[in-house]
């Protein structure tokens, strides 16, 4: 305990001299300087299984990922077992491995008995022994930063590794360490400042960079100085790389590599639906802006076979009790049962195109956008069109057009792939959250388009076999679904049709079917390009003077309801399938506005199922009330978690369908309110949707709903949680009221 106390005292003084000496000052949140990106720079974690056969599988895989930088972690119950049988294959197959030895918990627990002391001594003397000469590097501590994990203290840490490092000198062997996880610098500082005073300095400064619980990797790190404030640091991704490599340099250190970061497939499941497709897209996205960021000389992505952070699935539901990060030392599952993720192509194209590249310059953008560019390696010129590669994506939710981006003769002679690394046959018309590779020509300066930027107030859900596009006739402007499920479709009869009802007054179409005109104008037609589907056309007439002052930094309705189904989508919540939104180009608020989606046929809204209750029915459309009342309660909970507050949230703005043996399936409709926010949704927000939709329930209905919704939240129904209940019948009461008399005074 004195020494883990002295320790902590001297790393305060550490981190206020490295503090005040000033050079975290000169990192940046944005890449600046130009530089080479190593050949070797992309590496993956591996892990062994009992069954021989997994080697096989494991090597071809590396050979389809194009890999040969490896990291395998090794503790006292790999040796003469499956672990070391994969370390001899990886060294017969001429593969550059980091062996990471990890010391188990309960050796380190016992520490600093001297039993224990000889034990990890022994292990790491001879493992060294027999394979010191043929290894790139070794790695000592395992997240030394988490005693949870690891069961290292200060002084056990230190202790083990003048243990290792005394071990390693005696076998001429490169030492990596101290492996801190996350982003803490104040332990990197500690710990190498430590570790200088005992002249047992590592070769390489190793830490985990993860950057998940920023949301997505360009995001500012929040947890740092909190929301509000986390862009005064602008503690980003880059910034992060740069600030360990200026501590490792401050210590005496001169290269710094990233030993572990992934994905988990959990955290991104909080927010986002297709977490697969997402996890594809941040690996991308971290690679190239640590590629660009010129601070870390490798990063090891892993695992590479996992259930929930691995690039191939391995087809079982097991996690084991210490996180991967700290020691990934099994592979489960079997190769029959494996299943390669998105995120395995998404690698593979990484290590195609940015190994052994240059840096050139981030172009510059507006907020959102992103676009670095390259210089190929010379292997991967020589058989293309051009030497300078682009990268270009958006931060999530976001589009920008990539003819706004580059000039129009340019994008004729692009060559387009994707973050999967398949060939295009032209540009898209859209940069989204999915990184685009782009290829210029031989000789092509520059390319991009001066600081080109997102569509502003708009969100796009970046769908797999979709895409969007700009609709442009005459005065009128707008974007539609260009492709759906790989189908094209055209949007002008869809136009045509909405322009020409668009005069108050005006006759629709024989084929419409007016759905409502009050407010707003609702008329549903049969969708063009498609049998036995219709869409619905909501037309939004110009609000008055004062609704218009009051919003006029706001998008026009037509845009915000397409937002709102837009974000509902990215984050799983079913909607209509919105087609297109289309607004005057001059007069946005004077004229009318278009939103047009996908009607969702066959369906009741849950107004009519609430009255069906109210009435006495023990179900609805052979559906009992009670499995009614599960289904729904589980469904609104799912959308509050996933950070939406929809502030509209009546009745009659979902609706439902199913058979009687199905499972419900809703839909949300008038999306033009809502409200979405990076978190779960507060509990007031939440009773602010549940006194809506409850609304045309009786008490024992509600009652009954609520208490269910409450057990998901795993908190109890109080008294005071039916005050806004009470508060939405008396203000319902006497807008009704109010009605009446007008009527009478009429």
């Not at 981030?362 to 292997?379: C, D, N, V, Y």
């Amino acid at each position: 305990m004195t020494s883990d106390f002295l320790f902590i005292s001297r790393g305060l003084l550490d981190n206020a001299r490295y503090w005040c000496r000033g050079s975290w000052r000169r990192t940046r949140r944005h890449p600046v300087a130009a530089g080479d990106v190593p050949q070797d720079f992309i590496g993956i974690c591996v892990a062994s299984a009992p069954d021989p056969a997994s080697d096989d599988y494991l090597i071809a895989r590396l050979k389809e990922l194009g890999l040969k930088q490896v990291r395998l972690d090794f503790s006292y119950a790999s040796r003469g077992a499956h672990g070391e049988r994969l370390l001899k294959r990886l060294l017969d197959e001429s593969l550059r491995v980091c062996l990471h030895l990890v010391q188990p918990l309960a050796e380190v627990r016992a520490l600093p008995a001297v039993t224990a002391q000889q034990r990890w001594q022994t292990f790491v003397a001879e493992t060294l022994a027999a394979y010191g000469s043929r290894l790139e590097m070794v790695e000592i501590g395992s997240t030394c930063n988490r005693r949870r994990w690891s069961g290292y203290t200060p002084h056990k840490f230190m202790l083990s590794w003048q243990l290792a490092w005394t071990a390693a000198r005696a076998q001429n062997v490169k030492l990596a360490g101290p492996n801190v996880t996350d982003f803490e610098p104040p332990y990197n500082i500690a710990i190498l400042a430590a570790l200088q005073r005992r002249g047992c300095l590592p070769a390489i400064h190793t830490n985990n960079l993860f950057v998940e619980r920023a949301g997505e990797p360009e995001a500012f790190d929040h947890k740092i100085l909190g929301r509000s404030l986390a862009g005064l640091l602008g503690c980003n991704l880059v910034r992060k790389a740069q600030l360990l490599k200026d501590i490792g340099l401050w210590a005496g250190v001169p290269i710094t590599i990233c030993s572990h970061v992934a994905w988990s497939l959990r955290r991104i499941a909080r927010q986002l639906e297709l977490v697969e497709e997402k996890q594809a897209d941040y690996l991308a996205r971290y690679i190239c802006l640590a590629a660009a960021a010129g601070a870390l000389e490798r990063v090891y992505w892993g695992p590479l076979i996992g259930q929930r952070e691995g690039l191939i699935d391995d087809g079982t539901s097991a996690y084991p009790d210490i996180p991967h990060v700290t020691y990934y030392g099994l592979s489960h599952g079997h190769p029959d049962s494996y299943r390669i993720r998105p995120a395995f192509h998404a690698l593979q194209t990484c290590q195609r195109w940015l190994a052994g590249a240059r840096f050139q310059r981030k172009i510059p953008t507006g907020s959102g956008l992103e676009i670095m560019e390259f210089s190929l390696a010379p292997e991967a010129a020589a058989t293309r069109s051009g030497a300078r590669l682009h990268v270009a994506w958006t931060t999530n939710g976001y589009s920008a057009e990539t003819a706004a981006c580059y000039a129009p003769e340019l994008l004729d002679t692009l060559q387009a792939y994707t973050r999967s690394g398949q060939r295009l046959e032209r540009v898209p018309a859209m940069i989204n959250e999915s990184p685009l590779y782009l290829i210029l020509p031989a000789g092509t300066d520059g390319g991009a388009a001066p600081r080109p930027g997102i569509i502003p107030q708009a969100r796009w859900a970046a769908l797999p076999g979709t895409s969007y596009a700009r609709l442009r006739h005459t005065e009128w402007d707008g974007f539609y679904l260009a492709q759906n499920a790989q189908q094209p479709f055209t949007p002008e009869p869809l136009l045509a049709v909405a322009l020409e009802a668009a005069p108050a007054g005006r006759a629709l179409p024989g084929t419409a079917v007016l759905l409502r005109d009050s407010r707003n104008r609702v008329w549903s037609i049969p969708a063009p390009q498609e049998r036995n589907s219709r869409l619905i056309i909501k037309q939004f007439k110009p609000r008055g003077f004062w609704r218009r002052l009051l919003q006029r930094h706001q998008p026009n309705r037509a845009q915000r309801s397409w937002n709102g189904a837009q974000e509902l989508l990215r984050r799983g919540l079913p909607t209509p399938q919105p087609r297109a939104f289309i607004y005057h180009q001059r007069q946005p608020r004077q004229m009318p506005s278009f939103y047009i989606c996908r009607s969702f046929d066959n369906a009741w809204s849950l107004r009519e199922a609430c009255n069906a209750f109210r009435s006495g029915a023990v179900d609805f459309q052979s559906k009992a009330f009670t499995e009614l009342f599960k289904e729904l309660a589980a469904f609104l909970h799912k959308m509050h978690e996933r950070g939406v507050f929809y502030r509209d949230l009546s009745a009659g703005n979902l609706l439902f369908r199913c058979a009687a043996e199905s499972e419900i399936e809703f839909s949300l409709i008038d999306t033009a309110r809502a409200r979405f926010y990076p978190r779960p949704t507060s509990l007031p927000r939440r009773l602010s949707d549940l006194m809506r939709i409850c609304h045309p329930l009786p008490w024992r209905g509600r009652q009954e709903l609520l208490k269910i919704y409450m057990q998901l939240q795993e908190r109890p129904l109080r008294l005071w949680m039916k005050i806004p209940f009470v508060y939405y019948d008396a203000k319902h009461l006497l807008k009704n009221g109010l009605k009446k008399l007008r009527g009478r005074a009429r």
